[in-house]
């Protein structure tokens, strides 16, 4: 089973992200920031990931840090989970509506790390969570798990419909992504033979 588990302790977070690729989508999260931990309980249940997710982090300051690197840490903990990536799809894509907004999301599991973020928010919070802070998640997440990632809000004018557009879209795209090809199984789905 693809599955794997990351410590990561710096002097301003601690966090332990353990996942299994091959799951049902249970999720468990204990970080202090609950509107991220319902976006990432999207990622859980629309990728069919089982994640249990610890942080403690220097929240008094603000939630930067720990934002961060829990995209970090996730990304790292998809990358070791991969292994080889022989016989996954590598590619994935995905539209997901909410009311008024709509996102799309298209992942490479490329090896290579590139991220295009297309949000433009209504807003900078929601609730007390700072918006701009999702950019980051998903930068630390595509610089670790080495993928190439576009995230396209295409309409909204909810904040809290746009970004969960954006977690689900993302979630079903890394299944998809994920994904074992069962007539690829030895194979890389690469002409270079790598990823």
Known sequence: MRIAEVNRNTLETQIQVVINLDGSGNSSFDTGLPFLEHMMDQIARHGLIDMDVRAKGDLQIDAHHTVEDLGITLGQ????ALGDKKGIRRYGHAYVPLD??????????????GLSYEVDFQRALVGNFDVDLFHEFFQG????????LHIDNLKGDNAHHQIETVFKAFGRALRQALELDSRMLNEMPSTKGSL
């Open 77 to 80: 903990a998809v990358r070791q």
């Open 141 to 148: 997440f595509v610089n670790h798990a080495l993928v190439t």
């Open 100 to 113: 008024e907004a709509l996102s799309r999301v298209v992942i490479d599991l490329s090896g290579r790390p």
